[in-house]
């Protein structure tokens, strides 16, 4: 059992590989769905750009979260200043309150960013990962069926004696699953992309 495994992918994986290196030669008929190919490359694109968007948002919370922290600092050191100075209470007490409303808004602020940041995070890394995952799936479904697909074709092309014709039959078999798979993930790499879109927005 273990035996038929390997070589059902051994010979999997020599025929795409086959197949591969045909296409990238120009030798071989590759499936194109030009729609869902062109949705797919923006979505990576799209994809590329809000991990952008990401990286900077994170950044501006650390560099926020140091300003918010600062402002608390200096809010207590006027307050402290403020005791401490009577001839200059009710200035040191004026700069105390201001640092800690501007403390008081930035933490509003801080938070928001924080759920923005949380809202891109799971958008990129999570929604936009997990529709890649099943392109990916869809990619080598794609390759599978152009492989099976080739190989059905040189068989129907050739000689057709007894042996042949048992190849034929099995060649279609293969191919006739492939392209099932292919289909289904297809369907599901549209689906997952219109609900991307609806959920991007």
Not at 112 to 137: C, G, Y
Request: overall charge neutral.
């Amino acid at each position: 059992e273990k035996f038929d495994i390997v070589k059902k992918w051994g010979i999997n994986t020599y025929k795409c590989t086959k197949q591969l290196i045909s296409e990238r030669f120009g030798r071989g008929s590759r499936t194109v769905d030009l729609e869902l190919e062109t949705q797919i490359e923006l979505l990576r694109e799209t994809k590329r750009k809000y991990e952008c968007v990401l990286q900077l948002a994170r950044a501006l919370t650390n560099h926020f979260y140091s300003l918010v922290q600062t402002q608390h600092a200096l809010g207590d050191a006027f307050a402290d200043l403020s005791q401490k100075s009577p001839e200059l209470q009710e200035e040191f007490g004026y700069n105390a309150e201001t640092q800690k409303l501007l403390c008081k808004n930035g933490e509003t602020l801080l938070g928001a960013v924080n759920f923005f940041v949380s809202s891109i995070n799971t958008l990129v890394n999570k929604t936009m990962e997990d529709t890649l995952m099943t392109v990916k799936q869809y990619e080598t479904a794609r390759l599978e069926y152009d492989a099976y697909r080739t190989d059905l074709e040189e068989l129907s092309m050739g000689p057709r004696d007894a042996s042949t014709l048992c190849r034929l039959d099995a060649a279609q078999s293969q191919f006739q699953s492939h392209k099932d798979k292919y289909e289904k993930l297809r369907a599901d790499v549209a689906i997952k992309l219109k609900f991307l879109e609806e959920n991007k927005v």
